[in-house]
């Protein structure tokens, strides 16, 4: 039996990359899942899990916008009639420069990474709590509360103020039988990945990857299903003493002291 039996679970974000992932291993462990995204292809993707055998809807949903947060809450409970796991993983990260980007720039990464968890949790919270409770999963990143690369400032800012409000928010509920953590990936393999390393070397997009991995100690990208592993972990009921948590999951990418020291 999957450690997420007989639960529903809402994925934003998961029309590709971790969120697919995540949505794709929540299925496998028996959940119910809702895959939310901005764009059509969430639908074909819930489409696709469908016929892999698994319980799936797709929900199209900006997650910037508290009321098609609503309308997915909404949706889930047409479709389910309750809700038990909302995993908060719809992100986005520009690479920009602070002194002359606009704030623009800044607002976006706000927008969707910040506010877009908050207006997700405001909408589903009271359908976990009339469930008699629940957990909810956060991604965040290793970039802001640990590390930063030039050109992160906005994505860096807006990560760090998740693992606040996951801790809030933890808090916040524990009367409730919700918990809440964040997860911290490093360097995954997604279409995100690759566009910063099409940003970063143009001509040899690939290089960048190879770049990456050869710095994490465990000599490789992760994978969308090693987070989608680590959520169906903490959305299960074998976290039931886990709350307010941030769990690392990057390969080992942030222990070194330097990069060239010890080689
Ligand atoms: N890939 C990595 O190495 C990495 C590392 C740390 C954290 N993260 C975080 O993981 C999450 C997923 O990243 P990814 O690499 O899979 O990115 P991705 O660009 O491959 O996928 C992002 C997903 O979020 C959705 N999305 C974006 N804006 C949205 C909005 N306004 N409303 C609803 N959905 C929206 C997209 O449709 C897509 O499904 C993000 O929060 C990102 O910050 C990624």
Known sequence: MGKLEGKVAIVTGASKGIGSGIARVFAQQGAKVVLAARGEHVLKYAEELRSDGYDA?????????????????????????????????????????????????????????????????????????????????????????????????????????????????????????????????????????????????????ERAIQAIASAVPLGRLGTPEECGELCAFLASDEASYLTGTQMVIDGGSTLPETTSMGQ
């Open 57 to 205: 809807i797709g929900v199209r949903c900006d997650v910037s916008d508290y009321d098609s947060c609503k309308a997915l809450a909404q949706a889930a409970l047409d479709a389910y009639g309750r809700i038990d796991v909302l995993d908060c993983n719809a992100g986005i990260c520009v690479l920009g420069d602070f002194l002359t980007k606009d704030d623009s720039w800044r607002d976006s990464h706000i927008d969707v990474n910040i506010k877009g968890v908050w207006n997700a949790c405001k909408a589903v919270i009271p359908s976990i709590i009339a469930a008699g409770g629940g957990a909810i999963v956060i991604t965040s990143s290793v970039t802001g509360d640990m590390v930063a690369d030039p050109g992160e400032a906005a994505y860096a800012t807006t990560k760090a103020a998740l693992v606040g409000l996951t801790k809030a928010l933890a808090r916040e509920f524990a009367d409730k039988n919700i918990r809440v953590n964040c997860i911290c990936p490093g360097y995954i393999r997604t279409p995100l990945v690759e566009g910063m390393a099409r940003q970063s070397d143009p001509d040899n997009p």
